[in-house]
């Protein structure tokens, strides 16, 4: 149980154009979900948490014009990365909290985004 | 700010030997230890947890405690395989308030067959 999938697993993209990532709990509700970043060999840094009918609430240094997070229900959450450059490639993860859960969060697969 | 020290940054050890990692966290108000293991490529996967009322909680080789009065948690792994090997990430955060994770800069472990 607590499965969370993404998609795509890879992305790659000319620079200036746009990329959604999705990401599902496949078998569970989650009302909040969060987006990670991570560059090679280097811990997660949490770019914002999203609440499922609400609008994201993004960190402290992340663009929340360029990172557009839509919750738009109870198992999906989107990234979509606006006007991608060569700096925004890295590795794109989200988590879930499930519906009612306290604590764990459960993580999904990642999104590599590779852009030219 | 909030800040999750981890230690150390690799490990190596040979297979069948016990591997430690340690955290340190600066909220005292932080209740819950989540332990991940990150494989290349991969997202990370939830090894082990811990919350403060507990000092310690074990699953097969796997352990975790915890000193609240100093402010640190460990992970001991014991008959370490090669699958053992990848990234581990520590993590703190406070039930009930954002939800939001503290991460550890994480421990890159190798175990040598």
């Known amino acids: 149980g607590a499965v969370v999938s993404q998609h795509p697993s890879w992305v790659i993209c000319k620079s200036g154009t746009s990329v959604k990532i999705e990401c599902r709990s496949l078998d569970f509700q989650a009302t909040t979900m969060f987006w990670y970043r991570q560059f090679p060999k280097q811990s997660l840094m949490l770019m914002a948490t999203?609440?499922?009918?609400?609008?994201?609430?993004?960190e402290q240094g992340v663009e929340k014009d360029k990172f557009l997070i839509n919750h738009a229900s109870l198992t999906l959450s989107t990234l979509t990365v606006t006007s991608a450059h060569p700096e925004d490639s890295s590795f794109y993860i989200c988590?879930?909290?499930?519906?009612?859960?306290?604590?764990?969060?459960?993580f999904g697969p990642g999104t590599r985004l590779t852009v030219l | 700010g909030e800040n999750v020290e981890q230690h150390p940054s690799t490990l190596s050890v040979q297979e069948g030997d016990s591997a430690v990692i340690k955290c340190t966290y600066s909220?005292?108000?932080?209740?819950?230890f989540p332990w991940y293991k990150q494989e290349l490529g991969k997202g990370p996967q939830l090894i082990i947890d811990?919350?403060?009322?507990?000092g310690e909680k074990k699953d097969q080789r796997i352990a975790v405690t915890l000193n609240k009065t100093a402010k640190h948690f460990s992970l001991h792994i014991t008959e370490t395989q090669p699958e053992d090997s990848a990234v581990y990430f520590c993590a703190a955060s406070k039930e009930g308030g954002t939800y939001k994770y503290i991460f550890g800069t994480g421990t890159r472990l190798k175990v040598l067959a």
């Open positions: 988590s879930a909290l499930p519906l009612g859960g306290i604590d764990t969060q459960y």
């Open positions: 909220d005292s108000a932080s209740n819950y």
């Open positions: 811990i919350r403060s009322n507990v």
């Open positions: 999203s609440n499922e009918g609400s609008k994201a609430t993004y």
